[in-house]
């Protein structure tokens, strides 16, 4: 059985986007399914992670087009890009509105009629039993749909993230003519998709409402997680944040707490260590320093997966921060999965009922502080601490080998299947 995967992220591509399907294709030989792989040629990419490439399976068809994109002209180019980072992309009031208004529903949109012309002569000139696209960008869904509607193949579409509700999307200031124009394409994707895919039970209940049949399988985590780093745990009582960090993540709640603490306990103060590995917004560097938390705070940048690994594997206590933003019970970061494997204690900022806090509940890996609980987040923090300068920081997380990416992909082998 053979099957198209239609993405824009894929290696040399970092960041949380090219993982997802990176570790499909990885095991989805071993469940009888051959993934063709249809992307980018020479992508502007925000951020670049070479060592990804070696995690491709040498034997699989990759096909590669060019794609112009208008960000190259409007917005930032590549190098500017990974100098700067890119939480802070959508600061431009203009460019935001030019992005959100000019290209529906997204800047990839001038990569449709070429890819879909590509592919149709390539399904008739191929077996092919499926194809599959993921998104964001969204513009992914146009182009496995117009393969659906001319050649009929069967289409599982894979939604990481929302379309018309994603959080970022109010960044854009969208006139209701764009509003409604996206609606309407997100629409015509749930309605007519063969089966469409996501990531959290409480995704799949918004997409039910228009989709026919909507499965869910998780993101993950893969073997290298389990390899020997050698590493050691902070002497200091550190805080990690792995990942970009929004100013929509922006944890006001917690260097407030922190703050707090510090003014009331010496030792704290001196022992506490923040670290933000990844990009970090404006937003959130200023309510830092407002706090008096800069000399705490290191603040490494973007680095490789490996890495990032390294760092969550030594870091006390792993923070994991969810958008106060409509919706939020459904959004489940990828690095969620990679964090219960390091038997480090999570410390999540979100809604307490969501998706989140019944995975931390059934792994046993953490807790979820509501935002405005400030009184449980400070009484979570110095137990933590408390910990910490006793007998140490640990969890014994379980139930966590249903994440693992060759498991969900015998998951996903099934679905594809029942197309």
Request: net charge neutral.
């Amino acid at each position: 059985m053979k099957v198209v995967i239609i993405t824009y992220y894929w290696p040399p591509a970092g960041g949380s986007g090219v993982q997802r399907w990176l570790k499909f294709v990885k095991y989805l030989q071993d469940f009888g399914i051959e993934p063709i792989v249809y992307t980018v040629d020479d992508a502007n990419y925000p951020k670049c992670d070479v060592s990804l490439e070696s995690q491709v399976p040498n034997n699989i068809t990759i096909l590669k087009q060019p794609i112009w994109e208008p960000t190259n002209i409007l917005f930032w180019k590549k190098k500017q890009q990974q100098k700067k980072g890119v939480s802070n992309n959508t600061n431009s009031k203009l460019l935001s509105f030019i992005r959100g208004n000019f290209f529906i529903p997204d800047p990839k949109v001038f990569w449709v009629t070429s890819s879909v012309n590509f592919l149709k002569n390539y399904l008739n000139t191929h077996k092919i039993n499926a194809v599959i696209s993921t998104g964001p960008p969204h513009s992914m869904h146009l182009i496995a749909q117009q393969l659906q509607k001319q050649t009929n193949i069967k289409w599982l579409a894979d939604f990481r993230d929302p379309w018309s509700t994603l959080y970022y999307n109010k960044q854009f200031k969208q006139l209701d003519f764009t509003r409604k124009k996206n609606l309407k394409l997100e629409e015509s994707v749930l309605n007519n998709a063969d089966c469409v895919l996501t990531v959290s039970n409480s995704l799949k209940k918004e997409f039910s409402k228009n989709a026919n049949r909507v499965e869910v399988i998780t993101n993950g985590f893969d073997d290298e997680v389990f390899q020997d780093f050698n590493v050691k745990l902070d002497a200091k009582f550190s805080i990690s944040y792995i990942g970009l960090l929004p100013k929509q993540s922006n944890p006001k709640i917690l260097f407030d707490v922190l703050k707090d603490v510090c003014l009331e306990n010496e030792s704290f103060q001196r022992d506490l260590e923040l670290n933000f590995i990844g990009d970090i917004s404006d937003e959130v560097l200023k309510e830092i320093e407002i706090n008096q938390l800069t000399n705490n705070s290191n603040f490494v940048g973007y680095v490789s997966h490996q890495k990032a690994i390294e760092f969550q594997k030594k870091s006390q206590v792993l923070l994991l921060l969810i958008p106060n933003v409509e919706n939020a019970e459904g959004i489940l970061t990828g690095k969620l999965f990679e964090y219960l494997t390091t038997k480090r204690p999570i410390l999540a900022i979100g809604p307490k009922e969501s998706d989140l806090s019944e995975i931390l509940q059934n792994t046993e890996a953490g807790d979820v502080i509501d935002y405005n609980d400030k009184t449980g987040l400070k009484t979570k923090i110095l137990k933590m601490y408390e910990d910490f300068k006793g007998n140490g920081l640990e969890v014994t997380s379980k139930n966590i080998d249903q994440y693992h990416r060759k498991q969900l992909t015998e998951q996903l082998a099934a679905v594809i299947k029942s197309l």
